[in-house]
Structures are given as structure tokens and as C-alpha cells.
């Protein structure tokens, strides 16, 4: 894809450190116009402050030629409410993004795919979302 995607990519990581380097070196490829991390806070464990201080560290000097915010939770929020409040901030600043967990890497295809399938259907109030799996790994 060599068109910069017009919508915002967003990341959501937590307390795996080479999940969140990896996702972040293959979204880091494309070209983007927003990149969002988003980490919800560590639960109140010495192990997962130190594991959610790593991932973060992990992406800490993500540096690329388009805005990228970091959205980090001071206090664990829970799966249930983190991820909501993510994207009602994404959302509130654009129209449509493309969200990521950390343990799904996209191929550079996903996308040319969300890209265009948000182009298409961005006046269709009957599509909520458009959502990609390779079940295959291919």
C-alpha cells in the first residue's frame, strides 16, 4: 500500500513486550496517518507492574512520520472498560480506525482491505464494523 491509509490504526497492548514490538514494527511499515497504543493500566501485582512497565517501554520510542499517541492507563481498568473508552476516544476524534490487539499481526493486504471496505460502506448505517481474519496464518 504505498497511499497513506486515512484512518487512524490503533493498537491495543498491555503486559506482553515482544507482542507490542512486533505489532508496532509491522504497523510501523505502512503508511500512516495516526498511530493510537493503547495499554490499560497493570493489575496490582509487583509481576504485572513490571511486565506492563516493559511493554511499554517496548513502545516507548516508537518514532514514525505521523502522530502517534500513546493512551496509557494509570490503574487497571479491566478488558471491559479499557477498551471501550479507547475507542470512544479514537472515535471521537475520527470517523472510522482500524483496531489491532497485540497478538494479531496484520499483513500489509489488511489494510488495502479495511481501507476500502470503510470507503464503501461509510454511509451504510446497517455495517457497524468490518472485521478480517486469516484463520490460516497466511
Known amino acids: 500500500m504505498t ?8 493498537v491495543f497492548i498491555y503486559n506482553r513486550a515482544d507482542y507490542a514490538a512486533r505489532i508496532c514494527a509491522a504497523v510501523g511499515r505502512m503508511p500512516l496517518s495516526e498511530l493510537y497504543i493503547v495499554a490499560d493500566g497493570p493489575k496490582p501485582t509487583a509481576e504485572d507492574r513490571e511486565l506492563c512497565r516493559r511493554t511499554r517501554a517496548a513502545v516507548e520510542h516508537v518514532d514514525l512520520p505521523c502522530p502517534v499517541y500513546r493512551l496509557f492507563a494509570e490503574h487497571n481498568m479491566g478488558l471491559g472498560s479499557r ?4 475507542i470512544r476516544t479514537v472515535l471521537a ?3 472510522a480506525a482500524i483496531f489491532l490487539e497485540d497478538d494479531c499481526i496484520p499483513s500489509d493486504s489488511f489494510f488495502r482491505f479495511c ?3 470503510l470507503r464503501v460502506f461509510a454511509d451504510d448505517e ?5 472485521s478480517g ?3 490460516l496464518g497466511e
Request: no cysteine; glycine share 0%; proline share 15%.
Open 133 to 135: 481474519v486469516n484463520p
Open 126 to 130: 446497517s455495517v457497524m464494523m468490518i
Open 115 to 117: 481501507t476500502d471496505l
Open 3 to 10: 497511499e497513506r491509509i486515512p484512518f487512524p490504526v490503533v
Open 93 to 95: 476524534r475520527a470517523e
Open 83 to 86: 477498551m471501550p473508552s479507547a
